[in-house]
């Protein structure tokens, strides 16, 4: 036989799997997709008879009115699509249908001789395309796989469908669920491969759509390596509540490595090295494994964080002046200076994980640190992250109000408990705090009489008011902050050792800022927000500034940082003339970080040198091969240590 004759004649390879599945019960190998077979086996399982059309019942009008009443949001999305759908069916001579979750088809629109005979096939409004009523189909079985699904002419699993070739893809809302199928479906020859990228693409702005306007209460992240993908449907979308991811489109999901379920059990600092949307700043977003992205930030309350997108400049803020109130922009107002949010390195930010599982598990922190060293902006970062995040954030700091008002703003009183008492009394900060967090602040400067008393408070988990009344249930997480030494204070017995050990169950150190090695990247963030991004610090200025001791820690830097972008920032004077005085004197610099590298580095040749030296016994050959040099630059180290000594 001829070998055209024989291509002609031979049987596809659908045809011969279906022979095989359906006449002879045999499993096809690799003759149609796993997805298919998957769907054949199932629609066998669930009693479908491939020689029998299958049996299904459309929805009466009234009903199928109500159905598209109740999916209205997504029929509008679609409409608005609708017209790029339309020039694809009439390409293939087919048609657009939307279903509900179900399967139940909504709307079918396109060329009238298709229509008429997916009609006759029962592709028609008001009939339910899932798998159990019509067998393997593309709107079905892609709502069973979740996934985009082609489903070519004998690959359907009834005989009547052979006819035509669909290609499906599911609509997914903001959280994973299936809001519904968009199919577009044509005779089965006429199909073209490339149909279902069209779908996708048609299905990424249906589903980019969903988070305009919305969301308006979260933090919205945005954000692609490519920039010019921002504000496109291509960009990939989390949305965060505090710093729990509760939404996302599927690229964001995608770029992250975490599917539709780990919605609601991911923590932005699980994927960001920053503790929530609230400390990034600018437009770029920095990944826990180095990797950087494009951003826009759509934070809680309208705020969106400035970027420079080409194309999508936000609308410039109304300039306010000191008193709240707007001024016209052409008037020299000096504006306030912001102040920037707290930046975490590394260190802080996997302490800060941890700090927020022991607060979320009532497990009391004490946060240790040299003034300055952010305890506070800690601990409201730690709440800011925690399942109380919704809930009073309540700061006492206990060195600054006066001994004896300290119990009363405590722990609250009754009307005339004391002279001076309040008209209706006080509900005390305590009370404040319930349901949320208490920051205890300088927890070593609480008189020794009051410790008892608070001690007997978190211990009962209730509070009583100064002057009687009823106790009052207690339901708080407590943080609490020193720089002293709380357990040399202890065993001095300035400090009760009862109270240390109920309030420092988990004790947190925060560095001082000097040790912080990325301190040029954090003047660099730090300056971006204070000057408002409108200048650049220059990098002599910037090094003197990382260079420097910082005694006082972050609220020096942050102050010294407003200071130079209120004087220096509108290029009245030069940044250098407004340096604070210490900064100038040379003898207040630390080493530079690099020399102070280099020095490191060299000491520690030296180091591996001399072992090397001592295990070969002054074998300077053998000394070579251990360390995997060879002689001759062995000998130029020892050379160079020679002459330095
Ligand atoms: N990691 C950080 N990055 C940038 N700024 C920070 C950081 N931590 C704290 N700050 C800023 O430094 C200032 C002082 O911080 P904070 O009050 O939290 O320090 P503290 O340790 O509680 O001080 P004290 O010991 O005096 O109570 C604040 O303006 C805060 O926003």
Known sequence: ???????????????????????????????????????????????????????????????????????????????????????????????????????????????????????????????????????????????????????????????????????????????????????????????????????????????????????????????????????????????????????????????????????????????????????????????????????????????????????????????????????DSGTAVTEPIPWPKPWFDSHATVSLNHAVRLVDADVPLLVQGETGSGKEAFARAVHACSSRADKPFIAINCAAIPESLIESELFGHEEGAFTGARKNGARGLLREANGGLLFLDEIGDMPLPLQSRLLRVLQDRQVMPLGGGRPVPLDIRIISATNQDLSELSRESRFRDDLYYRLAQFTITLSPLRERVDRRLLIERLWAEVSRGQTRLPVDVRDRLAAYEWPGNYRELVGALRALAALGGANQMSLEQCLPQALRTPSTLRLDSEQTDRGLLQHHTQDVIRSALEEARGNISMAARKLGINRSTLYRHLQRSITRQ
């Open 1 to 327: 036989m001829p070998a055209d004759r024989r291509a002609i004649n031979a049987p596809d390879k659908v045809t011969t799997a279906r022979h095989q599945f359906f006449s002879q019960r045999k499993v096809p190998e690799a003759l149609v997709s796993t997805t298919i077979l998957k769907s054949w086996i199932r629609c066998s399982q669930l009693g479908h008879d491939t020689a029998r059309p299958p049996v299904f019942e459309p929805l009466e009008a009234r009903n199928l009115r109500e159905r598209k009443e109740q999916h209205e949001l997504l029929r509008r999305l679609y409409r608005m699509e609708l017209q790029t759908l339309l020039r694809g069916a009439r390409a293939t001579g087919g048609i657009v249908v939307l279903s509900d979750p179900e399967g139940t088809v909504l709307d079918a629109e396109g060329d009238v001789g298709f229509a008429g005979k997916a009609a006759t096939m029962a592709l028609r409004p008001g009939v339910v395309w899932s798998e159990a009523s019509i067998g393997t189909n593309a709107i079905g079985t892609a709502i069973h796989e979740r996934r985009p699904v082609m489903v070519r002419g004998g690959e359907h699993f009834h005989e009547p469908h052979r006819d035509m070739s669909c290609a499906a893809a599911p609509i997914f809302d903001p959280t994973g669920t299936i809001m519904g199928v968009l199919d577009l479906s044509s005779h089965a020859s006429a199909m073209p491969p490339a149909t279902l990228s069209m779908v996708r693409l048609i299905i990424d702005q249906v589903e980019h759509r969903l988070f305009n306007d919305a969301f308006n209460d979260l933090d919205v992240v945005r954000f692609h390596t490519d920039p010019s993908l921002l504000g496109t449907a291509r960009e990939c979308i989390l949305v965060f509540d505090g710093d729990r991811l509760v939404a996302a489109n599927r690229y964001g999901l995608k770029s992250i490595a975490r599917e539709w379920g780990d919605i609601g059990h991911t923590r932005f600092s699980d994927i960001f090295d920053a503790p929530s949307p609230g400390y990034v700043f600018g437009n770029s977003l920095r990944f826990r494994d180095n990797g950087i992205a494009h951003c826009r930030l759509h934070l809680r309350g309208g705020r969106v964080v400035p970027t420079a997108i080409p194309g999508a400049a936000e609308p410039e803020p109304e300039p306010i002046s000191a008193d709240g109130s707007a001024h």
